[in-house]
């Protein structure tokens, strides 16, 4: 019965471990997703090698996903002052990056993953937490 008083303090204490674990995790599942600078030289067949590198092929084939060539310092600016607020929480980048989306090519969902490659400057909209972003959410031309 001595711990009675312990309760709220370790049910607050557990679910700031889960908030900043969350956070931690989002922030790197943004960068295993959407970062890569500078961008890696794996061949002609860059989006069917980073998509399968990175895990968006199983257990099935991500049907869109843009990577960006960019610094981490460039990217997380997007959520300060190099970014402006764009509707629902979003920040759209004040200046374009080197971005390539990797396209689907249709057929099977299932491994192998056939991918279209698509390399232009695009600014980026992200959803930010903590000043780190989250969540790339489109690149516009």
Do not use: W
């Amino acid at each position: 019965m001595h711990f009675k008083g312990a309760g709220p303090v370790l049910f607050a204490l557990l679910a700031m471990v889960f908030i900043v674990g969350t956070y931690a995790a989002d922030y790197k599942t943004f960068l295993r997703q959407h970062y890569d600078n500078p961008k890696s030289n794996v061949g002609k067949r860059y989006c069917d090698t980073m998509m399968k590198r990175r895990g968006m092929t199983k257990p099935m084939c991500k049907a869109v996903n843009s990577f960006v060539h960019a610094s981490k310092k460039q990217i997380i600016a997007v959520c300060g002052k190099d970014g402006k607020p764009y509707g629902n929480g979003l920040r759209r980048s004040k200046k374009q990056f080197s971005v390539t989306t990797c396209k689907h090519q249709g057929g099977s969902t299932r491994p192998p993953c056939k991918y279209k490659e698509n390399k232009s400057n695009r600014y980026i909209v992200v959803r930010c937490s903590r000043g780190k972003p989250v969540h790339l959410d489109k690149t516009q031309i």
